[in-house]
């Protein structure tokens, strides 16, 4: 299957902290998910991908093509979105659209952008600065898909919005990988935007990959088990990944492959394990 990006070993070395031999790829027509606690390395990931920082080592291809983001042909292939826009305070969202216009040229689509606008209800004449940071996302998720691109990066795309608006844009990026060339590659803390429309999750912890796969594999593969302390004690070391001493007395477990864990200890609750649960397993929990 042809990739909208690939990443090869790639590693960034900053004081305290490091990603750390990355590698992973974003299929065409897929929306991919890239999770991980505060300071995991999701926002240092994407300014690799797009150029904006210089890293240690490796390879990155963007559209089938080492990404240079000096070429303009290159930059009007992807649409971005990261926090609150990055638009100057001063303009207006008019003046946003303007702008835009002259850097996309032909490729800016005046009649979408207003459309966007219109459908997030986002005022034409209210300038950047005056606008909550819900309405900032939207315009920049306007900004983002008005001139076409095949691949959209976003860093928290859906931030401070009601669950409405959410809704909407989720919607969006919905009926944009409907086009099959057409990608996404989203960081995001609100999981259940993940489970609803994510095809492939993207899973950093401390700079490393943990896991990279399906959705449907990173949660119906993984369960959560509560045991007592004596039914802890009869397990092995290697039937769990990650512990967690309840207040009460007792384990939590986050296990793989549940369905062989249900049938060796049929008496341990073992219900299904969310998104959110894996990574507190990992931030909170202690390892075997």
Request: aromatic share 8%.
């Amino acid at each position: 299957m042809e990739n909208a990006i690939r990443v090869d070993h790639l590693s960034k070395e900053y004081p305290g902290f490091a990603l750390r031999d990355l590698s992973f790829s974003v299929p065409r027509g897929s929306i991919v998910g890239l999770i991980g606690e505060n300071g995991a390395g999701k926002t240092t990931t994407l300014h690799a991908i797009l150029g904006l920082i210089p890293f240690s080592q490796g390879k990155i291809e963007l559209l089938g093509q080492l990404y240079d983001p000096g070429n303009p042909e290159h930059r009007r292939r992807i649409g971005v979105v990261f926090d609150e826009g990055g638009f100057p305070p001063h303009l207006s969202c008019a003046a946003v659209g303007r702008m835009l216009g002259l850097l996309y040229r032909d490729l800016w689509d005046k009649a979408a952008f207003a459309d966007y606008c219109r459908r997030f209800e986002l005022p034409q004449d209210k300038e950047v600065r005056n606008l909550s940071r819900g309405m900032k996302a939207k315009l920049a998720i306007a900004a983002a898909l008005s001139h076409h691109p095949e691949l959209l990066i976003l860093d928290e795309p859906t931030g401070g919005l009601d669950p409405i608006v959410r809704e909407e844009i989720l919607d969006l990026f919905s009926e944009f990988i409907q086009e099959e060339q057409n990608s996404i590659l989203f960081s995001t803390h609100i999981t259940t935007d993940l489970e609803r429309i994510a095809d492939e999750i993207l899973f950093l912890h401390k700079g490393q990959l943990v896991f990279s796969g399906s959705k449907d594999e990173l949660i119906y593969g993984h369960g959560v088990a509560r045991c007592t302390s004596a039914q802890f004690e009869r397990l092995l070391p290697e039937e769990y990944l990650r512990r967690r001493s309840l207040p009460g007395g007792g384990e939590e477990l986050l296990v793989k492959e549940p369905e062989q864990f249900r049938r060796r200890h049929p008496n341990v609750v073992l219900d299904r394990a969310s998104i959110d649960e894996i990574m507190l397993f990992y931030v909170k929990g202690e390892s075997r």
